[in-house]
């Protein structure tokens, strides 16, 4: 069924963001994994975490997106496997922009616990919402949730994160983590506005917007985030290799 070719409407913006979310992240892993040749020896995992990021994305987009017009449903099962693949991915790169300046790998295990919390009570909040929302449940599945994204915000800006990237011996560094901790801060804020859109949601019963308004709000946020965050590594790792060229 999901193979079998949909009409999409004129008017169907949430389908028409599906698929620029497939075409981007599909455009940008392309990119990132063929940029790989134009940085240094120790800029390619970066890259190739980026390549990956927006490669596993893409891969979901195709599938979320037919899911959508097959069946007018939010893919919120596939949206949470994306995620779980990818958000600790966008962890790992902190870690590795900061590991010439001393990260340690329990660093890195914490971003990626944290992540995962944040993600498997988004999902116990979104997926086992009862028929008709319960604004009970989601609220409290959201704080939950929103404990693990506190952490990272805390680590990136404040903690461990932020003290690395400041006693790097690069300027290129601290501007492109600082740049990450501000996608952190504003980017994924975006994501609780799609959650508060599902049945039970506050925003759902306090302004009435409909649960359509999830894939809307997740499908904008997945690309400012996921693209927007490979784009400053790739600019660091053109920049740093550059200079350790000269």
């Avoid at 390549?51 to 939010?74: E, K, P, Q, S, W």
């Avoid at 704080?143 to 932020?162: D, K, N, Q, R």
């Amino acid at each position: 069924m999901l193979l079998e070719i949909v009409k999409m409407m004129p008017d169907d913006y949430v389908g028409f963001t599906f698929f620029i979310g497939y075409m981007a992240m599909f455009a940008a892993a392309v990119f990132f994994f063929v940029e790989r040749g134009s940085v240094n020896k120790k800029w390619k995992m970066s890259l190739l975490v980026s390549g990956l990021i927006t490669g596993i994305a893409a891969v979901h987009y195709f599938y979320m997106r037919d899911y959508y017009l097959a069946t007018g449903d939010n893919p919120t099962f596939f949206r949470y496997v994306d995620w779980t693949l990818t958000v600790p991915l966008m962890c790992v790169e902190f870690y590795l922009l900061t590991r010439a300046a001393g990260a340690s790998k329990g660093l890195l295990t914490k971003l990626i616990f944290a992540s995962v919390w944040m993600l498997v009570a988004g999902y116990i909040g979104e997926a086992f919402n009862p028929a008709g929302g319960d604004t009970g449940h989601s609220v409290t599945w959201g704080i939950i949730s929103t404990l693990g994204y506190l952490y990272i915000l805390h680590t990136v800006w404040l903690g461990e994160v932020a003290q690395l990237a400041e006693n790097s011996n690069s300027e290129t560094i601290k501007c492109g983590v600082r740049t990450l901790a501000w996608f952190v801060l504003v980017g994924w804020a975006i994501y609780p506005i799609g959650y508060m859109c599902m049945d039970g949601g506050w925003l759902n019963t306090a302004l009435g917007w409909g649960s359509e308004n999830v894939d809307l709000w997740y499908n904008l946020a997945d690309a400012i985030n996921k693209i927007g965050f490979g784009l400053v590594v790739y600019n660091i790792a053109i920049k740093e290799s550059a200079k350790e060229t000269a």
